[in-house]
């Protein structure tokens, strides 16, 4: 266990919908990053939060949106999710945002499947 | 922008031979480097970093790495390997004068053969 706890594990919904991911970042750490890995993507940097607030923006739809709340918990939403939104969704952690000379410490991702 | 380049695909290594998995990089200025390895239906795990000081970097489950600055590269080696270490290899890098995000490469996919 890494201690990023990501749900749900597996999601399955229907093309037109709209799913929030949820991540738990590991305890003490103020950083949530959320990637998207694809097969043909590999792994896409989406968004950054800090200690509730947005850091850094990478290649987020603007059918996605992210938010941190007080307690550090992070939710990926998406909407009006197309086949090609099927992926694997991993949310990061780490102790630090600006200056932080760690790497992160992963959750085990969520499966979305659009059908 | 930063970006990581794994110009493999996928590497075929027997077991007990030596193992290398490419990785070139490109920052403004200066990077933090970093191997992640996924198993199948898992997350990413850390492997190794470079930070700064010695070129190689010894890491986790025999796993060392060489930072080249010239060469911009930050390749992944095992001197033996093991079936075991069939696995999805990510290289990664963050420009540690800029934002603390990390950019990943495409991944490549490690087959160690009995």
């Known amino acids: 266990d890494s201690g990023v706890t990501q749900t749900p594990k597996h999601l399955i919904t229907a093309t037109g919908q709209r799913v929030t991911l949820r991540c738990s970042p590991r305890?003490?750490?103020?950083?949530v990053y959320w990637y998207q890995q694809s097969l043909d993507q590999g792994l896409q940097f989406l968004i950054q939060?800090?200690?509730?607030?947005?850091?850094a923006k990478g290649n987020i739809l603007e059918r996605f949106s992210a938010q941190q709340f007080p307690d550090l918990h992070s939710e990926l939403n998406l909407s009006s999710l197309e086949l090609g939104d099927s992926a694997l969704y991993f949310c990061?952690?780490?102790?630090?945002?600006?200056?932080?000379?760690?790497?992160?410490?992963f959750g085990s991702g969520t499966r979305l499947t659009v059908v | 922008a930063q970006s990581v380049a794994q110009p493999e695909d996928q590497v075929n290594v027997a077991e007990g031979n030596p193992l290398t998995v490419k990785c070139t990089y490109s920052?403004?200025?200066?990077?933090?480097l970093f191997w992640y390895v996924q198993y199948p239906n898992r997350g990413l795990q850390f492997l190794l970093k470079?930070?700064?000081?010695?070129?190689l970097v010894k890491g986790s489950y025999g796993f060392e790495a060489e930072f080249n600055k010239s060469q911009t590269s930050f390749h992944l080696k095992k001197p033996s390997a093991l079936v075991s270490d069939s696995a999805l290899y990510f290289c990664?890098?963050?420009?540690?004068?800029?934002?603390?995000?990390?950019?990943f490469g495409k991944g490549t996919r490690l087959h160690i053969l009995p």
């Open positions: 990061a952690s780490s102790p630090r945002g600006q200056g932080v000379r760690y790497g992160y410490t």
């Open positions: 305890s003490g750490d103020l950083s």
């Open positions: 939060y800090y200690n509730g607030e947005e850091r």
């Open positions: 920052v403004s200025g200066n990077p933090y």
């Open positions: 470079y930070i700064t000081g010695d070129n």
């Open positions: 990664a890098v963050r420009d540690r004068d800029r934002d603390d995000k990390i950019i």
